[in-house]
């Protein structure tokens, strides 16, 4: 007997259970020590543009190199926050922080009048009578609006380069409340140190709690779902110890390969989850089928390597092919969404081939060494609990299909015209990127943070970096305040603008000096700290357009708009000869993001679409079994267009892969279907027969598979996180459509395409009878003609 490879396979499999576990224990050892490295990211620029980009490169060589900053916030309330009490407190807090390390400046109400003491006394520090204090900010008017909007309210920012690493911002966040607390602030003044290194420690830590959290969730939604399809086989609840050890696997290349966690790739653990018990139901469900024949162990096993293994690859490559569109989105987050979970499907398709059949195999030598009798009648209990339990269902199934099949012109036309609203629909719907609406929003330091934003105002910017030989030049000096105070006058969102030339301007009684040596004695009167914000050297200096809460008042699109005009103005308004100027700054690289998220998701749609149609192609061969599964699923996707309409959702990078998600998973539903379709069609010989045939018997178990993969995205829809949990609810909503497309649209596409086959295979063999008939006609005649002429020369 020649033994092929992949019963070969099988017989290794079935020789070496013990070797493999040892192995998978191994692995699993590796994977836990290296899944200890994973960083934990919060939300920054790089997670939503491309490093390698143009924009980015600009970006972070030209603003963030030479005037990235960012601040941590100190809000001071109280009722009254100008006393002298509470003035020497800030001063405190002030001059520990300047001490601190990666600290680049202090700003505060006390400073100003601390200077301003000094000034007038010739002792720095802060007077004990509140009539010093008042007139010392009132000498400054205008000018403190943003620090002290009024008497109850003050901030303290604490300026640091844009290039410091989430470490150092959470030791430096750290380090401020120790020193808040040891400031002495006098009873009644409340201290919230707030801004974007508190936020960004929330969110990671918000994360790491909600990751457990899903996980359990999904472990319990998972065991529920395989009491209620699985308990028929023996030991039912294996496939989800299994498919977590596919995710151990997934976490320890995670940290081998420094792939970061991110609140997008946290939601791809649910649905790993989802469809990796799926490829382990299906290695338990067959072997248990093969067992209870009665046939040998190695039998066992090795039909289910040669039958089982390659038909769940199939079904993995189908859904890697949606996944594999991902990489063609710009947003780095989306990519390696799309890298996680392709390696979380290899990893759940290894443990379920491998760690599941060796279980199952080692467990039941075990139990048939201790009573073999026992054994063949609970199976036969089991197969009878089955087949009661598949029948029900399945009888469901097929009357679904048949009333599809008697309506199918209504189902195709009802099923189209949604599917073309719904299409419509999601043009229609907005994007969101400010990440502040995907985290909890009751999160402490969100709500402080727009607390922040409340009293004092917004702080977006619009970052404009001009270059030129010497901006210190006069000339260039007035170019960048003119164009600054067009900005303003022209625009009504630019609500302030702060340059070089504003600052040389303030401190030199509202007009810039005419001659270089006057500019250069001002900017040398500048403190270090504020001049250098503004300009770097002599060749490169920024404006700074203040926009308040733009992503709030204005929107992605809003913000996108505004920024085409300041390009506009830009070339109108026109720099000197020499000179150049470059838009940049978070909101401009952010606003790349609204393109990828729109015109890039039908992009990722239609490369997924393509690559499941060729992967097809190439395994079917066959033109109508590689479109027919794809076709349903489209319908699919403009249905979900039209739920995220309806429900007034917005895409984010997650829910911007929802159609290749779509694409990847439902497919499978309307292969598996299509399969046992053609072989009950080898068998009845009649379309009508084997569609019945094959809603009844494989029908009970697509519903097994669409209710656990249901189940695990689910866990989804109870993240804290806003961008999880609606991704949760669509990708349940997904599901659910995907199977019942694949009960009703798909079966009338199926048999419609499959009868027009064979209505063309039947005209086509009428074409070659009656062609064969011509030609034979012709031969016959031209027989007769030669025969005629043969005839007339004998007679001659």
């Given at each position: 007997m020649v033994i092929g490879g992949k019963n070969r396979f099988g017989i290794w499999i079935e020789r070496h259970p013990l070797l493999i576990i040892a192995a998978a224990v191994l692995l699993t050892a590796a994977s836990i020590h290296y899944a200890q490295f994973i960083e934990m990211q919060g939300?920054?620029?790089?997670?939503?543009?491309?490093?390698?980009?143009?924009?980015?490169?600009?970006?972070?060589?030209?603003?963030?190199?030479?005037?990235?900053?960012?601040?941590?916030?100190?809000?001071?309330?109280?009722?009254?926050?100008?006393t002298p009490s509470v003035l020497k407190a800030m001063d405190r807090l002030i001059q520990r922080m300047e001490e601190a390390p990666s600290v680049l400046g202090v700003d505060g109400i006390s400073q100003i009048v601390a200077r301003a003491e000094e000034n007038a006394s010739g002792i720095r520090g802060i007077p004990d009578d509140q009539a010093s204090i008042d007139r010392y900010l009132e000498d400054h008017g205008p000018a403190l609006s943003f620090i002290l909007p009024d008497k109850r309210h003050t901030i303290v920012a604490i300026e640091t380069p844009l290039t410091l690493t989430e470490r150092e911002g959470e030791v430096l966040l750290q380090e401020t409340e120790k020193v808040a607390e040891i400031a002495s602030f006098p009873p009644g003044i409340e201290v919230i140190v707030t801004g974007d290194a508190a936020l960004g420690l929330a969110i990671k830590t918000e994360m790491a709690t909600s990751n457990g959290i899903l996980m359990g969730l999904a472990g319990l939604l998972m065991i529920l779902a395989l009491l209620l399809v699985f308990r028929h086989v023996n030991w039912p609840i294996l496939p989800l110890p299994t498919v977590f050890l596919g995710i151990i696997w997934t976490f320890g290349i995670m940290g081998l390969a420094h792939i970061p966690m991110t609140m997008i790739s946290v939601s791809a653990f649910p649905i790993l989850i989802g469809i990796g018990i799926d490829y382990a139901i299906q290695f338990h469900s067959r072997i248990e089928e093969e067992f209870s024949r009665g046939g040998t162990m190695l039998d066992a096993v090795v039909q289910t390597v040669s039958h089982t293994a390659p038909a769940v690859l199939i079904a993995l490559l189908i859904t890697a092919a949606g996944f594999f569109s991902l990489f063609s989105s710009t947003v780095p987050m989306i990519q390696q969404f799309g890298l996680l979970c392709l390696i979380g499907l290899i990893m759940c398709y290894l443990s379920g081939l491998f760690v599941e059949i060796s279980l199952l195999y080692l467990a039941e030598r075990r139990r048939s060494l201790r009573d073999p009798q026992r054994r063949s009648e609970r199976d036969e209990e089991g197969g009878q609990d089955e087949t009661a339990n598949s029948s029900f269902v399945g009888e469901m199934v097929n009357r679904a299909v048949q009333i599809s099949l008697k309506r199918q012109r209504a189902i195709l036309v009802l099923a189209l015209v949604l599917s073309l609203a719904g299409t419509y629909a999601d043009t229609q719907v907005p994007v969101d990127t400010d990440f502040k609406n995907y985290i909890p929003q009751d999160l402490p330091p969100l709500v402080e943070f727009r607390h922040l934003n409340d009293i004092f105002g917004g702080s977006d910017e619009i970052n404009i970096v001009v270059q030129g030989a010497d901006m210190t030049d006069p000339k260039a000096m007035r170019w960048v305040d003119e164009f600054g105070s067009y900005l303003k006058s022209s625009r009504q969102q630019i609500y302030d603008t702060t340059s070089i030339a504003t600052m040389v301007r303030a401190a030199n009684g509202g007009f810039i000096p005419e001659t270089p040596a006057g500019i250069k004695e001002v900017l040398d009167s500048l403190p270090p700290a504020q001049r250098d914000k503004y300009i770097d050297g002599h060749d490169t200096a920024l404006i700074d357009l203040n926009i308040g809460q733009a992503v709030r008042d204005l929107g992605e699109e809003g913000i996108d708009r505004l920024l085409v005009e300041v390009?506009?103005?830009?070339?109108?308004?026109?720099?000197?000869?020499?000179?150049?100027?470059?838009?940049?700054?978070?909101?401009?690289?952010?606003?790349?993001?609204?393109?990828?998220?729109?015109?890039?998701?039908?992009?990722?749609?239609?490369?997924?679409?393509?690559?499941?149609?060729?992967?097809?192609?190439?395994v079917y061969r066959d033109l109508i079994k590689a479109l027919v599964p794809v076709l349903p699923m489209m319908v699919v996707i403009g249905w979900m267009g039209g739920v995220m309409y309806v429900a007034g959702m917005s895409y984010t990078p997650l829910t911007a892969t929802l159609g290749a998600l779509i694409l990847g998973v439902g497919s499978e539903y309307s292969i598996l279907m299509m399969e046992r379709f053609y072989e009950e069609l080898d068998r009845l010989g009649d379309e009508g027969l084997a569609i019945a045939a094959t809603s009844k018997s494989i029908g009970a178990a697509l519903m097994a598979s669409g209710l656990t993969t249901v189940f695990g995205f689910a866990a989804l829809m109870a993240s804290p996180f806003l961008i999880t949990s609606n991704f949760g609810i669509l990708t349940v909503l997904a599901v659910i459509f995907a199977l019942a497309t694949t009960f009703t649209v798909f079966p009338v596409l199926l048999l419609g395409m499959e009868k027009e086959r064979t209505r063309i295979q039947q005209l086509g063999q009428k074409v070659l009878v009656t062609a064969r008939e011509i030609k034979m006609a012709a031969c016959r005649r031209q027989q007769a003609t030669l025969a005629s002429q043969r005839g007339g020369r004998a007679v001659r």
């Open positions: 939300m920054q620029t790089e997670n939503f543009v491309g490093k390698d980009s143009d924009l980015y490169q600009k970006y972070d060589h030209l603003f963030m190199e030479k005037f990235g900053t960012q601040s941590l916030m100190v809000i001071i309330e109280g009722d009254d926050v100008t390009k506009k103005d830009g070339i109108w308004f026109g720099p000197h000869p020499g000179m150049s100027i470059t838009i940049t700054g978070d909101l401009v690289v952010m606003t790349t993001v609204i393109d990828a998220l729109t015109t890039g998701r039908t992009e990722m749609t239609l490369i997924g679409l393509l690559l499941i149609f060729l992967i097809l192609l190439a």
